[in-house]
Nanobody
């Protein structure tokens, strides 16, 4: 049974930083991509960033470039999202997802999802 467990969310002031973690288990993810998505109230879920497990190739949504960094620890089957210079508009539930993705930003291919972790940025 595949499990993705996020942690690290919380309340932070604008300009602050948070580091999210996603611990993955239940299968081999070597041919998978791992993505971080977010969903704010009243908005659609969007892909924030993603990384391929094997090569480490990354994708970032334009609004996150330069502020967010995705990384992985293969030995611990864990993916991280370092978020710096946070803004109130970054407030959302952040989800970790995994899938046998060929095109890293193909959202439809992410088939396993975590339960989400709330990130709230106060102004």
């Amino acid at each position: 049974q595949v499990q993705l467990v996020e942690s690290g969310g919380g309340l932070v002031q604008a300009g602050g930083s948070l580091r999210l973690s996603c611990a993955a288990s239940g299968r081999t993810f070597s041919n998978y991509a791992m993505g971080w998505f977010r969903q704010a109230p009243g908005k659609e879920r969007e892909l924030v960033t993603a990384i391929t497990w094997n090569s480490g190739s990354t994708y970032y949504a334009n609004s996150m470039k330069g502020r967010f960094t995705i990384s992985r620890d293969n030995a611990k089957n864990t993916v991280f999202l370092q978020m710096n210079s946070l803004k109130p508009e970054d407030t959302a539930v952040y989800y970790c997802a995994a899938g046998p993705v060929v095109t890293i930003d193909d959202i439809s291919k992410y088939i396993y999802w975590g339960q989400g972790t709330q990130v709230t940025v106060s102004s």
